[in-house]
């Protein structure tokens, strides 16, 4: 294998698995490209790694009725030609698909110029994408022993997880959080783009959270509160970019949502976690059945959105503190694959298959 192209976005969960796959190719000697969106996202995730990065134009992927679809159905046809020709210009033996609207036109483009296509999906269950992509892809490497879909080919993988991550220094996260260790630490996450209603629980319940715990919020781009900057036992931050993996080597206790890329994040690092899951309202319900497999297999508490109250988050966090070791002792049965590792190899298959 000696050219790879990666392709994935709409949202960093759709590309930061993919880094540790990229610098597991690059490692190997392989030639890798990227082609995502031109929203800048995906290229300034992409850009530290060296990596070639190519624009296509697409339209978000719907599962309800919006006048939008109609103009971004049309930029769909015109993300798969200029897919088609950047795969003409790169050759590469092999695309790997993390999913997101805007790999579609990509593995589209790559099946119609006869390329093998890998893909990879984090949820329990597949998102529209993958979905549409799945006729055209040789394999799909899969996050969830649960998975079940009519494919050519699946593999169990797990999630890639950045090496960072997995050697975080406590010592270091709490000189970046600003917090002096004291008390127990409560991370609380909502994901890159934040969530408003976790936000607004977790401020409200702060006189009875900072009681128990040091609380470092990381809220989202443009959430900070200023009235609560030097609140005692409270540090809020938009995102963490750097020292992401030292931060939660801190954390006694993670409040996140269940997105299963956070999620594998805290069961791989044996984090003590209490889930809240995006309703239906607004997802198609893959973070409650991601909280669902945790919950049934003793790794994690959830709290639903409906029933979360400034209440019920600081009781919900003091009885997980109060149940630490019994939680650690579950957590340390998980057993993660080395994900990376998996679909580097299944990327070497697809790119020797005739």
Known sequence: MKRAVVTGGGSAGHVIPALPVIEALQAKGCEVSFIGSDSGLEERLVTPLGTPFFSVRTGKLRRYFSLANLTDALRIPIGILQAFFILGRVRPDVVFSKGGFVAFPVVFAAWLRRI???????????????????????????????????????????????DALLHGDPDRGFDRAGLPGERPMLVVVGGSLGAQRLNEITRAALPGLTETFGVLHVCGAGHLDPDLENTPGYVQREFVSDGWGDILATAAVVVSRSGANALHELLALGKPNLLVPLPTTASRGDQIENAAYAVERGFSTVLPEADLTPETLVATTRDVLDTLEAWRTRLAEFRAPDATALIVAELDTAARSP
């Open 116 to 162: 093998p296509v890998v893909a990879h999906e984090s949820d329990l269950t597949p998102g529209l994408a993958n979905r549409l992509s799945l006729p055209f892809v040789a394999t799909l490497c899969v996050s969830f022993e649960g998975t079940r879909v009519a494919s050519r080919r699946v593999v169990h993988t797990g999630t890639p997880i950045r």
